[in-house]
């Protein structure tokens, strides 16, 4: 499962690095959550958290349907 989300997640990253920012996966809980760090410019965006479920979280919930969310840590 890590490989999808590694996978998923290169499809956002290049809008985030667009930005300034990236993306890293943390770890993936027993519970199926993805924890992931937001990086560079994304870290501090007053926005982050809306880039986190509509972006993020939007996508690898249509490519990775096991997992049940993503938070930021």
Do not use: Y
């Amino acid at each position: 499962m890590r490989e999808k989300i590694e996978a998923a997640l290169d499809k956002v990253r290049p809008v985030l690095q667009a930005d300034g920012g990236d993306i890293e996966l943390v770890e993936i809980t027993d519970n199926n959550i993805v924890r992931v760090r937001l990086q560079g410019a994304c870290k501090g965006c007053p926005m982050s958290q809306m880039t986190l479920k509509n972006g993020v979280e939007r996508v690898l919930l249509k490519e990775v349907p096991e997992i049940k969310g993503v938070e930021s840590v």
